[in-house]
């Protein structure tokens, strides 16, 4: 067993698929946080406050804090530096030494934004290039989680989609959108989406395995964005033609983006043969099969945390 588990940012949606992850293994669970979005079982906690971080790690004594807390709005990061640098780099390490002086291992999550998109695609070996705030935010704060603890965990995701209270991510916009006939403009950058169960999965997996250091953990597949939302539209009965693409560099947003993000996941795989990154179209397909789970579980929400249109 992996020991007691915390999950700070487990309203959000890496954090809650991870909470079903572990849940489902019959882990036990600590506790889980949310910030702002108050809900159900779930304890306050704003990371930024050191005291706060240290008292609740010693009140629940975990032996792995999974941290999928951030503010990851990527523009929101380029404008405004300094504050979202207090919550992306400040807050993780306030948990790093929390976790140090606990004995805890620590899981972060990290981005394909460390890249600079030049090369392409990247392995763990490639040194961190990033071009935005948020990706300097990320590789600043890998580097410290890592020298707090050579033991924690960096995991670094990109595209994260899946059932989710607020309908934020990529492929929920695209169904929402497609869904009351609004067209969509979308960049024809390059990454891999990542289908947030098997990202959770992966997680608990690595985690039993006592692995440390930093893995690739993104789909299988790398694709275009607009030729993603149009996968997104085929599994979900949407028309594809509301679809249209722009040229990366004509996408209009006050950050720089990699155009061509992909991350290489042969890492991760040599760990854990028995549960692969899944791609673009299995991924959909597992979460088209989860909606009416999602939809019960949803339910179960208590109002006013549900921020959910389901
Ligand atoms: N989603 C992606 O495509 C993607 C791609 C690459 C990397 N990542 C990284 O993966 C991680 C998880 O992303 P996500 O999509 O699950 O994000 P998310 O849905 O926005 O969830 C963020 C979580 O962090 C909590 N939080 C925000 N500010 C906090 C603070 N000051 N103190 C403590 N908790 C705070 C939020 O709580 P409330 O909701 O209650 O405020 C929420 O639970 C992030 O580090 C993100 O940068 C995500």
């Known amino acids: 067993m992996d ?67 951030a503010n990851p709005f990527v523009d929101y990061c380029e404008l405004h530096p300094e504050e979202t640098r207090k919550v992306n780099v400040e807050g993780t390490l306030n948990v790093a030494r929390a976790c140090r002086e606990l004995g805890a291992r620590m899981i972060f999550y990290s981005s394909d934004y460390v890249f600079d998109g030049l090369k392409g695609s990247y392995t763990e070996e490639d040194a961190p290039c990033p071009i935005n705030e948020y990706g300097r935010q990320k590789a600043e704060a890998e580097r410290g989680v890592l020298a707090c603890d050579p033991r924690n965990l960096i995991l670094r995701t990109s595209g994260a989609y899946g059932w989710q209270w607020e309908p934020k991510n990529f492929v929920l916009q695209v169904r929402n959108n497609l869904s009351e006939g609004h067209p969509m403009r979308v960049a024809n950058v390059r990454y891999n989406p990542t289908y947030v169960e098997n990202l959770a999965e992966i997680t608990a997996e690595l985690v039993s395995a006592g692995a440390s250091g930093i893995f690739h953990t993104v789909g299988a597949e790398e694709i275009a964005r607009d030729e993603f939302a149009r996968r997104v539209a085929r599994a979900f009965g949407l028309r594809d033609s509301l679809i249209q693409t722009v040229p990366a560099g004509e996408f ?8 061509q993000s992909s991350l290489r996941t042969q890492k991760v795989q040599r760990i854990l043969p028995d549960t692969p990154p899944v791609g673009v179209d299995a991924g959909l397909k597992a979460m088209l099969t989860m909606e009416p789970a999602w939809r019960d579980y949803a339910r179960t929400l208590p109002d006013p945390a549900a921020k959910l249109k389901p």
């Open 252 to 259: 209009k947003s006050p950050t720089p983006r990699p155009k």
């Open 3 to 69: 020991g007691k588990i915390m999950v700070i940012g487990g309203t959000g949606l890496v954090g809650n698929a991870l909470l079903r992850a572990w849940t489902a293994r019959g882990a036990e669970v600590a506790a889980a946080t949310y910030h702002s979005h108050p809900s159900g079982g779930f304890l306050q906690l704003d990371m930024r406050d050191s005291a706060r971080v240290g008292a609740l790690l010693k009140a629940h004594r975990p032996s792995v804090v999974a941290v999928p807390a």
